[in-house]
T-cell receptor, first 111, second 114 residues
């Protein structure tokens, strides 16, 4: 059974702080992992993709993958009010590599 | 400009009146997919297509049909819409390579079925 679990939040952090978002998934064979950001009423936009264990950094964003523990996380450094959005974790499952989304974590960055 | 285009963006209609939501991409992507998004349930996949004439059910296919006659188009058909299909719908596309490529999303279609 495909499951992608995220804390729904809301998560509030002060401006300039580090926001930490977590995601766990059920299939040990999953190979591809994505973080999307979605503003209210808008379409999801890709923040990060990660395929191998370890950290991947892109600007203020760092994705961390641990396949043994079946979790993937997203760190946002120096959080800005414009980072306030819902963050969606997505994982591919099965031979068809079907993409499954978590229900999202709502992040609010307080000025 | 590389994009996924959905039409219409908004539609209010009545139960039982057949409707089609169109989706077109100009990036030569093999993979296309439809999702619906409901509060508290996240994005759920309805149907997907790995290439022309190849479609398969996602997690919530009941009440929907799709076709993939051309690479760029992937319409979503509701033959007899019902109120429980009121939702926000997204079309997405990506390349198919050894590593899964990120999906590009359209702007969404908000459907209200009365």
């Amino acid at each position: 059974q495909k499951e992608v679990e995220q804390n729904s939040g809301p998560l509030s952090v002060p401006e300039g702080a580090i926001a930490s978002l977590n995601c766990t998934y059920s299939d040990r064979g999953s190979q591809s992992f994505f973080w999307y950001r979605q503003y209210s009423g808008k379409s999801p936009e890709l923040i990060m993709s990660i395929y191998s264990n370890g950290d991947k950094e892109d600007g203020r964003f760092t994705a961390q993958l641990n396949k043994a523990s079946q979790y993937v996380s997203l760190l946002i450094r120096d959080s800005q009010p414009s980072d306030s959005a819902t963050y969606l974790c997505a994982v591919t499952f099965g031979s068809a590599r079907q993409l499954t989304f978590g229900s999202g974590t709502q992040l609010t960055v307080l000025p | 400009e590389a994009q996924v285009t959905q039409n219409p963006r908004y539609l209010i209609t009545v139960t039982g009146k057949k409707l089609t939501v169109t989706c077109s991409q100009n990036m030569n992507h093999e993979y296309m997919s439809w999702y619906r998004q409901d509060p508290g349930l996240g994005l759920r996949q309805i149907y997907y297509s790995m290439n022309v004439e190849v479609t398969d059910k996602g997690d919530v296919p009941e009440g929907y049909k799709v076709s993939r006659k051309e690479k760029r188009n992937f319409p979503l058909i509701l033959e007899s819409p019902s109120p429980n299909q009121t939702s926000l719908y997204f079309c997405a596309s990506s390349f198919r390579t050894h590593y899964d490529q990120p999906q590009h999303f359209g702007d969404g279609t908000r459907l209200s079925i009365l």
